[in-house]
């Protein structure tokens, strides 16, 4: 008979390393670590970048992974309680994070936006050797097969504002392809 594998779960492998390390801490520290609100704090701040890593491929996940991404919202939400009992500081809390939220993404994306205004990236040219245009001989044949095989020479150009964030780039030009035409079908199918 055929067996049918599991499919992958990537979600709970990141929750079994998460699992393994919280074994670690707590045989280092003792048990009393795990009602800690700095060791809940960490377990929620873990759960966040689970389900944040795994947020951005949403339309590749299997069942299985969106189903534990649910419970491990859950999670998130009962370890929040568990750190902040009283409703009321945490719906302060809530708030604040909140209002420092709407003032922090909008200064970010105006950040990330002049940066790239401001910074140009260096610019690199390529230059190619030329080659003998006399008549082929033995040697010069024998020259010209070993120059095929060589890189061609790359300078860099470097700009007016360099760095020390940006790292120097050699870049090569492809030579360009015709692209391949399949040609279209002459039959006309029905969908079902």
């Keep these: 008979m055929l067996k049918r594998s599991e499919p992958k779960n990537r979600v709970a492998s990141d929750l079994a390393t998460w699992k393994r390390i919280e074994g670690k801490l ?3 520290y003792g048990k009393e670590i795990q009602y800690d609100r700095d060791f ?5 701040d873990i759960y966040r970048h689970i389900s944040n890593k795994h947020k951005d491929n949403r339309r590749k996940l299997n069942l299985y992974e969106k189903a534990e991404l649910k419970v491990l919202r859950g999670q998130q939400r009962s370890l929040l309680r568990q750190i902040y009992p009283n409703p009321f500081v945490r719906l302060t809390r809530n708030l604040l994070v909140f ?3 709407l003032v922090i993404f ?4 105006a950040t990330s936006v002049l940066k790239t205004l401001f ?3 260096e610019s690199t040219i390529v230059f190619y050797r030329p080659r003998p245009a006399q008549a082929p001989s033995t040697q010069q044949t024998q020259q010209q097969s070993q120059d ?3 890189q061609p020479v790359l300078r860099t150009i470097p700009s007016q504002k360099s760095t020390q964030e940006q790292s120097k780039a050699i870049t090569r030009k492809m030579p360009v392809k015709p692209r391949a035409q399949v040609p279209a079908r002459q039959t006309k199918s029905v969908r079902l």
């Excluded at 809940?40 to 929620?44: E, F, P």
């Design 99 to 101: 209002a420092g939220n």
């Design 26 to 28: 707590v045989e280092r």
């Design 148 to 150: 095929e095989g060589q």
């Design 119 to 121: 910074t140009s990236p």
């Design 106 to 109: 909008p200064l970010k994306a």
């Design 40 to 44: 809940l704090k960490a377990k929620r």
